[in-house]
């Protein structure tokens, strides 16, 4: 018979490397087996597998009796390693529920405390312990945490019912409430649970733990944690673990408490201890934010003992796993146990810090520092800052927690809703202000460029979400009055802030500031030059940049772009003369109409690809021919229409009725690319003219010839290659001749039609080069336009038909093999062929390491993630070398 638990001692004895532990028993049963084997002082459990989560899906969700026949005896054997037992209430066990994906989701599944409690139990354990209190404050938050995630009860009646009970008894703390106090708490929840389900709260342990390892399998698929996994790429088919641990209690005494740390500062890498604590309260006190919690270097006068000890054991994490560790500890009167160690989240900035002075330290190597930072993050450190000047000027109305590094200004917004609402309305910045986010909250928060919440410390959720998606915040700023209700902010000084009003963020000081900030473009060096030269080492993938003018150019050039992948031709026609010319030629009758309208668009196009030679040196630019439709530089309406006929010398009726015979019903697979070129080979002809005498103009300028690319749109058929090539090879070669240079150029197309990459071989015949165009190879293989796939792809990632945009991270299993099927094909043709990818997937982590996989040449993408696909490349190279 399958296993599907393993006690965390069965999990420290697995002859498995670490990853693929992760992969049976998720990432927090793998580390609690891992700190098991160490010898930590962890309470102990067992974890129920992530293979066990697939059955449950498997069989309608629902756990067969052989599953919950495994949990019942693995509970029995945790009875006798514990020495106490489930439901008994003479010795009580009780336990915690809680979920552990393979990789760190925070937040976004549930988790049960205080499991096993029930009427009997906790009356006779209050006798027991002689701690009322303790006993029905656990039982309290217990009732509310099984009402909330195992029964999706209104998590709001139970908290205004606690509210109201404080209320009434004039108190704000609820460290204030009695034993009495919380007995009516229990009887009210009681109460208000039976109102929600007649049946009345549950009262038999074993019927409590089933329902919760339902629930936390169930969360797996909870909208909140199917976005997390979309934007991080983490696929719905791996499910979740549930680990069942003996509970400690932080809230037993004043000797007791609860904590979460780092070993170095995730917010600037600095390797110091951070974190905090509270004394008499359990962890979701700490990671909520309901109350403020003390620095973690408080406890070393507080209790040295325990704190030593966590030093030293922190140490050991460290040591052990190689990495900077977030840990979850409990003091339980005076012992310290640990709870949860992984590897920390933390911002880019500190990301590089740690793992450049670990690799100083001689703790690991180049290739292993290059493995722990996340490329995406790189992000972080590419946007803004404020503006040194302003930043001066400005006056900060109230100071909270610096819990996430960077700088932002926008509208204020109050819910996530409204953000996602003000970005579909066009809203460029916003800032999120909430007295204290929770998970519901992921998606606006990833839209925000701020996050200010009223409550909560550098561990609350807002700052571990924030820092792992690199986004600026400032949290536990208290002297601010949100209401979300009326959509206001009452600053200190007694002025009121609404909807929409500027703010501005300093997530690296707290500072916040009641109006707009300038922001500037960060400066670049140190740990960040370093880490990219280890990257540029050891990668073999080039990496270009999308760029269709001299500023972006010179900003990827900076960022370490080794040439421009693609230039998009068309970009350059929209100036207001250049358009006016444009439209001459497309309205134009006759061939000579056409040349003359040509000619005086040449001049533009010339000076256009001077510039980015002159900018890029000696790097590659690859120029891509005319692409789109020609009624798109077209107006559309008859007021447009109108005055432009005027100024073409037609009448209103010619040239509406030309606007109409170039309308198509399916543009993306209408007259377009190179099949424009076919139709009028005097656009290639003058496009040709325009790259080529750029070129000779630029090689004699500066001395180094330069060998132009160019690169031939939408290519189906090698005849259409063939026809227009013959256009682009004539014009060149004159004008060469002429010029007396011997310059070389290359001629070759974009893979962007299923029919292109099935004839690869025939395309490579005339192709030098193929660049994949993965935006329409992905439309046309899909058969959606990816401008309306968002009405429904929504559905699809929730019924988990796709786990990912495919406009974002390539479709390994089709488009993928159409491109690696393109590799070969060409290959076998022209062995010596250049391959690269220009779509937006250039920029994508999983795509760089796909195109790696597959032996392309190049990745391209847009200027600012050219860094995040150096380091992409590096890691897939890392990875092969390694064999992982």
């Not at 500066?702 to 749109?713: A, F």
Request: charged residues 25%; proline residues 4%; hydrophobic residues 40%.
């Amino acid at each position: 018979m399958k296993k599907y638990v393993y006690l965390f001692k069965e999990g420290a004895a697995l002859d498995m490397p670490l990853s693929k532990k992760k992969e049976l028993l998720g990432g927090k049963g793998a580390n609690l087996a891992e700190m098991t084997g160490i010898g930590l002082p962890v309470p102990q459990g067992f974890t129920v597998s992530t293979e066990a989560c697939t059955k449950y899906y498997e069989d309608g969700a629902q756990m067969t009796d052989e599953m919950k026949a495994e949990v019942l005896a693995n509970l029995r054997e945790l009875e006798k390693i514990t020495g106490r037992e489930f439901g008994n209430p003479e010795n009580p066990l009780l336990v915690s529920v809680r979920s552990g994906a393979r990789e760190s989701m925070p937040g976004m599944m549930d988790t049960v405390l205080n499991l096993g409690l029930n009427d009997e139990v906790a009356a006779q354990f209050a006798k027991d312990t002689g701690n009322e209190r303790f006993v029905y404050d656990s039982y309290r938050r217990f009732i509310q945490m099984f009402a909330d995630v195992v029964r999706n009860f209104p998590r709001e009646k139970f908290e205004h019912q606690f509210d109201a009970i404080k209320e009434q008894k004039g108190l704000e703390n609820d460290l204030d409430l009695t034993a009495e106090d919380l007995k009516e708490v229990v009887e009210v929840y009681k109460k208000e649970f039976a109102e929600l389900d007649p049946a009345g709260f549950p009262q038999k342990p074993e019927e409590q733990l089933m329902a919760a390892i339902g629930a936390v399998f169930g969360s797996w698929n909870n909208d909140r944690a199917i976005t997390y996994r979309r934007l991080n790429d983490i696929p719905g088919s791996w499910g979740t673990a549930v680990n069942v641990q003996q509970m400690v209690y932080g809230n037993r005494s004043e000797t007791s408490g609860t904590g979460v740390a780092f070993t170095r500062n995730p917010a600037t890498g600095e390797n110091v201890l951070y974190g905090e604590y509270l004394m008499n309260a359990q962890g979701e006190d700490v990671v909520s934010g309901v109350r403020t919690p003390s620095p973690i270097a408080a406890l070393h006068e507080q209790m040295p003992d325990c704190y030593n000890q966590f030093v030293k054991i922190c140490e050991t994490l460290e040591s052990h796993y190689k990495d900077m560790q977030d840990m979850e500890f409990t003091i339980e009167d005076g012992r310290l146990y640990m709870l949860q160690t992984r590897n920390g989240k933390r911002t880019a900035q500190a990301a590089l810090r740690i793992a450049v002075e670990m690799v100083d330290e001689g703790m690991i190597s180049k290739d292993q520092a290059l493995l722990m930072v996340d490329p995406k993050a790189l992000d972080q450190l590419l946007h803004p800052n404020f503006d040194n000047d302003s930043y001066k000027a400005a006056k900060a109305v109230a100071t909270g927690l610096a819990a996430s590094p960077g700088a932002a200004t926008g509208h204020l917004y109050f819910t996530a809703e409204d953000v996602m609402a003000a970005k579909e309305n066009g809203v460029q910045d916003m800032i999120l202000v909430r007295n204290e986010t929770s998970p519901e909250d992921i998606e606006g928060m990833n839209l925000a460029h701020g996050i200010l919440t009223v409550r909560g410390g550098m561990t609350s959720h807002a700052a571990v979400v924030a820092r792992g998606m690199g986004t600026c915040c400032v949290s536990g700023c208290g002297s601010l009055k949100v209401s979300e209700a009326d959509k206001t902010v009452v600053l200190p000084d007694g002025r009121v802030l609404h909807e929409g009003d500027w703010l501005s963020l300093n997530g690296s000081t707290g500072e916040v500031f009641a109006e707009q900030i300038k922001t500037v473009a960060p400066e670049i060096g140190g740990n960040f030059a370093k880490f990219m030269e280890w990257a540029d080492e050891a990668r073999k993938l080039k990496v270009r940049t999308n760029a269709d003018n001299p500023r972006d150019a010179k900003q990827a050039k900076e960022f370490g772009a080794e040439g421009i992948g693609l230039c998009r031709t068309e970009h350059m026609f929209f100036d207001e003369e250049r358009i006016f010319n444009f439209r001459r030629m497309i309205t134009a009758e006759t061939l000579e109409a056409r040349e003359e309208a040509l000619s005086n668009i040449l001049p533009y196009q010339r000076e256009d690809f001077e510039n980015l030679y002159r900018t890029m040196g000696k790097y590659g630019v690859n120029i891509r021919f005319l692409d789109p439709p020609l009624h798109e530089f077209l107006p559309h309406t008859d007021e447009e229409i109108a005055p432009l006929a005027e100024s073409l010398g037609m009448t209103f009726e010619a040239l509406k009725e030309r606007v109409e015979s170039l309308k198509e019903f399916n543009p993306m697979m209408g007259h377009r690319g190179c099949r424009l070129a076919v139709t009028y080979p005097e656009i290639a002809a003058m496009q040709t003219r325009a790259v080529i005498e750029a070129a000779i103009n630029v090689s004699k300028e500066t001395g180094t010839l330069i060998e132009p690319e160019i690169m031939i749109p939408l290519v189906g058929e090698v005849k259409e290659l063939s026809f227009v090539k013959k256009t682009v090879v004539a014009t060149a070669d004159a004008i060469i001749a002429e010029s007396g240079l011997d310059m070389k150029y290359h001629v070759g197309t974009m893979i962007e039609i299923p029919r292109a990459a099935l004839t690869a071989d025939k395309i490579a015949q005339e192709a030098e080069f193929f660049s994949f165009g993965t935006n329409d190879l992905t439309q046309m293989t899909f058969g959606f336009s990816r401008d309306d796939a968002g009405k429904f792809l929504g559905d699809y990632y929730a019924n988990n038909i796709y786990e990912h945009d495919p406009f974002a991270t390539i479709d390994v299993d089709g488009v993928g093999q159409l491109v690696k099927m393109s590799v070969e094909k060409g290959k076998s043709t022209r062995p010596d062929i250049k391959l690269g990818i220009c779509g937006e997937h250039g920029g994508d982590p999983k795509t760089v390491e796909f195109c790696h996989n597959v032996g392309l040449t190049y990745v391209s993408c847009s200027p600012f993630r050219v860094p995040l696909a150096r380091l992409a490349a590096a890691q897939a190279a890392v990875k092969e070398k390694l064999g992982k």
